[in-house]
């Protein structure tokens, strides 16, 4: 059948904490759309989800680090030379390594001319997930060859980024992409402010394939004396606000009996196991590591309440609008988080569940609410999972992208 026309880049494949891409290349395929999928890094997670066993796409890696394949991009890099594009790409990097002479920069640009010379002819468009490093990598193959290119965009990628990047990359007189999806509305407002044409950013909400999902547990009430089983999925970096909750669980009331389970992992680990047991309360806490989705389910089953703590990093990151919250709504588990970026676009406050402010005395009032009145997590819940089923579920954002991809390659 040939190299199919669509190369999708990715950052790494497989990655467990980044199901939501998974979960929409899976359904595009099933949509009729053919891709290679070319990730500029290999695994590192030891698990992997069944969600990406079902991914039928060729996975090609490109050179991690310039240096581990010289051959390879030293082929590369005399090869592109003789492309049409190639005087107009080399510009345009140039002036991006003026601005940002960095070695992620030059490893950009290297590993653009790889794909860009073992894509082959049959290459008619690009599609990159992130807006910072793998659009990059897209925008400068797109140059080389004369194709267009395209993005989605999600949350660290927007709020850390320059913003002469993010305009460079939404304008079409820089070669900027064709369109963008982004996940959320808070941050679709923001790439239109710095777009040359609003309508080359897209909303398209990743939503929930609930086939993957069994359906929501009949929950009973829960005895108020019975102890509170809290949980939490999320890597364990600054932006998730893990401090916070250990600090909060610190406060609740001596009489309070509870559990507290985390998964995931992250660069601070050692640092929250080690706040934990400064704070008194590690032997009220378990700390699964990485977990694949079978295992998230089964521990959202068994809980009580979901906790997610987010915050504004000190370097601008910041979730969008965490996956994880509409699994959460679709096991029918009550939600405590924080008012930050899009979250309040799926969570109203007292609606469809609880939202708290930064700040331990917070996230400890609303978890003691949750503890002392059995109904009111229930309540909640049920409105969060009308709410996911109505307006959250996959299917119309895939059917948009899909559309839009198909659009981007019969213009070629």
Request: charged share 25%.
């Amino acid at each position: 059948m040939g190299t199919p026309p669509l190369a999708v880049v990715v950052k790494g494949w497989p990655r467990l904490s980044e199901t939501f891409i998974a979960q929409e290349l899976v359904a595009l395929e099933e949509a009729g759309l053919r891709f290679d999928l070319w990730s500029l890094r290999h695994p590192t997670d030891t698990k992997t989800h069944p969600l990406h066993d079902r991914l039928q796409a060729k996975v090609r890696y490109l050179p991690e680090y310039l240096h581990q394949e010289p051959r390879r991009v030293h082929d590369a890099m005399g090869a592109v030379t003789a492309l049409p594009g190639f005087d107009a790409a080399a510009e345009v990097y140039a002036r991006d390594l003026a601005r940002d002479d960095t070695a992620n920069r030059r490893r950009r640009w290297g590993q653009a001319c790889v794909l860009a010379h073992e894509a082959g002819d049959d290459l008619q468009a690009l599609y990159a997930h992130f807006l910072h490093t793998p659009s990059s990598v897209a925008r400068y193959c797109a140059i080389l060859r004369g194709l267009p290119w395209s993005f989605s965009a999600h949350a660290k990628d927007i709020w850390t980024s320059p913003d002469w990047e993010l305009r460079e990359k939404l304008s079409a007189q820089s070669f900027g992409a064709a369109f963008g999806a982004t996940c959320t509305g808070f941050g679709a407002a923001h790439l239109q402010s710095l777009a040359d044409t609003p309508d080359r950013v897209d909303l398209v909400y990743h939503g929930l394939d609930l086939g993957r999902f069994p359906a929501a547990p009949v929950r009973a009430l829960r005895d108020v004396d019975a102890p509170l089983r809290m949980m939490s999925v999320g890597r364990l970096v600054e932006k998730k606000g893990f401090d916070t909750l250990i600090d909060a669980l610190a406060l609740l009331p001596a009489d309070l009996r509870w559990h507290w389970t985390h998964i995931g992992g992250g660069a601070l680990d050692a640092a929250m196991r080690a706040r934990a047991d400064a704070a008194g309360v590690a032997e009220h806490i378990t700390w699964r590591g990485a977990c694949d989705q079978p295992e998230v389910i089964t521990a959202m089953r068994e809980a009580d309440l979901f906790v997610l703590p987010s915050r504004i990093a000190a370097d601008g990151d910041r979730d969008g609008l965490p996956n994880v919250l509409m699994e959460a709504a679709s096991q029918m588990l009550p939600i405590l988080a924080t008012p930050v970026s899009a979250i309040p676009e799926f969570i109203t406050d007292e609606v469809h569940g609880l939202l708290a402010e930064d700040r331990a005395d917070a996230f400890a009032a609303q978890m003691l609410r949750v503890a002392r009145d059995p109904a009111l997590g229930p309540r909640l819940a049920t409105a969060a999972h009308t709410r996911l089923h109505a307006e959250f579920t996959m299917a119309p954002g895939i059917a948009h992208l899909a559309q839009r991809l198909r659009g981007l390659l019969s213009d070629v």
